[in-house]
């Protein structure tokens, strides 16, 4: 009993890794969007606003946290759920975009706000347990 116990520990430690490595990874390839977007101004040019590479630059070092938080997920717990509140708050404000585009005639893609809602959802669902305090001096 206790060695199944162990064993389901074990691999859903495992997938929580290859999870924060894929999201991690994700997050850290934006980094090509935001040199596109710096290298030819067009935040500046095009779109007219500075939003989408401020926007970009947060999620480039949440990767690379994740990617460290990949390691011990157990010794990351905080980064794990700040990752995963952060994906859930961000298909929370563009589903209101989402609707509020809707209702004035425009269409956008919600696919993102599904990709983002899903991301959020599976880093949570995948959060590791808290560990007990032990006082120091306790075996």
């Given at each position: 009993m206790i060695a199944q116990i162990k064993e389901v520990n074990v691999k859903r430690e495992r997938l929580t890794q290859i999870v924060l490595v894929i999201v991690g990874l994700v997050n850290l390839a934006l980094i090509y969007f935001l040199y596109l977007d710096l290298r030819h101004s067009s935040w500046?040019?095009?779109?007219?606003s500075e939003c989408e590479?401020?926007?970009?630059?947060?999620?480039?070092?949440a990767g690379v946290f994740l990617l460290l938080a990949a390691r011990k997920?157990?010794?990351h717990r905080s980064m794990i759920a700040l990752a995963a509140w952060w994906n859930i708050s961000h298909a929370t404000v563009m589903a209101i975009q989402t609707?509020?585009?809707?209702?004035?005639?425009?269409h956008r893609n919600f696919m993102d706000v599904i990709?983002?809602?899903?991301i959020g959802i599976a880093l949570l669902a995948l959060l590791p347990?808290?560990?007990e305090a032990v006082a120091p001096g306790v075996a």
């Open positions: 500046l040019l095009e779109q007219k590479p401020m926007f970009l630059s947060f999620f480039i070092p997920p157990s010794e609707v509020e585009a809707r209702i004035h005639g425009v990709l983002f809602l899903v347990a808290k560990r």
